[in-house]
């Protein structure tokens, strides 16, 4: 495991997730661009995660399959599966006609389900640990 690959997975989600923030401050929000976004950063916190472990995730933005590895390595990811199923939803095909339609609710949804997966416990005891690795 490299500590600096981990680290620069996090840093790449937590863009995604700064960006999700900033367009849904925005006074025109693409509601689906966000949600995007927000299914981005989910999966690179998995995906950190994953790699912290060891694991080189496959080429895949299917959450709840990156979801049920991280369950492998911790069964309280479990915890967190709503919210990545929800997400899965924005992972890839919002991005083309006539996939999926979401609105102001579900953009706030989405980012809350990011927020719940970012300060899952695992994952921010990652991000401390590495984090703490800045400072010495």
Not at 50 to 56: E, K, P, T, V
Not at 103 to 127: C, G, H, M, Q, Y
Request: aromatic share 12%; with cysteine; net charge negative.
């Amino acid at each position: 495991m490299n500590i600096e690959d981990v680290k620069e997975w996090y840093r790449i989600a937590d863009t995604d997730f700064d960006s999700a923030n900033l367009l849904n401050a925005a006074v025109r929000r693409h509601f689906e661009i966000i949600c995007y976004h927000c299914a981005q950063a989910a999966e690179k916190y998995l995906k950190g995660y994953l790699i912290y472990n060891d694991i080189i995730p496959q080429k895949t933005h299917n959450l709840l399959f990156l979801n049920n590895i991280c369950k492998e390595i911790d069964s309280d990811f479990e915890n967190i599966i709503v919210e990545c199923g929800f997400l899965n939803n924005f992972a890839n095909e919002i991005r083309y006609p006539n996939q999926y339609v979401t609105d102001e609710t579900l953009t706030n949804l989405a980012i809350k389900s990011v927020e719940t997966i970012r300060n899952f416990k695992p994952i921010l005891d990652l991000r401390n640990l590495i984090t703490s690795t800045d400072e010495n």
